[in-house]
């Protein structure tokens, strides 16, 4: 889980896939996401309870849904949700458009 979130420029663990959340915060953060236009690596954590702790470590957050950009834990549903509000989500889209070359897997 580590090294995925250090790697991809965009993760979003979630229940569910992105063409079928199963929870209503992962459909929201997925919504969100594609609102802003940014390309995420998408991980269904349902059924394993080893990825579900290690979010909880590295995160500090016990929520299934949560959102790692450039390495960095940004939040989870709500905190999407607002920050494609105020226009953030965007312009960390914009900023990680500049720094990673290669394209990103599509959530």
């Known amino acids: 889980m580590r090294a995925t ?6 993760v979003l663990f ?3 896939t992105p063409q ?3 929870s209503p915060a992962s459909y929201r ?4 996401l594609r609102l802003a236009e940014i390309d ?8 394993d309870l080893a990825t579900q702790r290690a979010l909880v470590a ?14 960095e834990f940004i939040g989870g549903c709500e ?8 226009g953030e989500l965007q312009r960390l ?7 990673h070359a290669t394209p990103a897997l599509s959530g």
């Open 20 to 22: 079928d959340p199963r």
């Open 79 to 86: 905190v999407l949700i607002e920050m494609y509000r105020t």
């Open 29 to 32: 953060a997925v919504a969100a």
């Open 58 to 71: 590295v995160s500090g957050s016990s929520t299934t849904t949560q959102f790692f950009a450039a390495g």
């Open 40 to 47: 995420f690596l998408a991980i269904d954590v349902d059924a």
């Open 14 to 16: 979630m229940a569910g």
């Open 93 to 99: 889209r914009d900023a990680s458009a500049g720094r």
């Open 5 to 10: 979130v250090a790697t991809a420029s965009a």
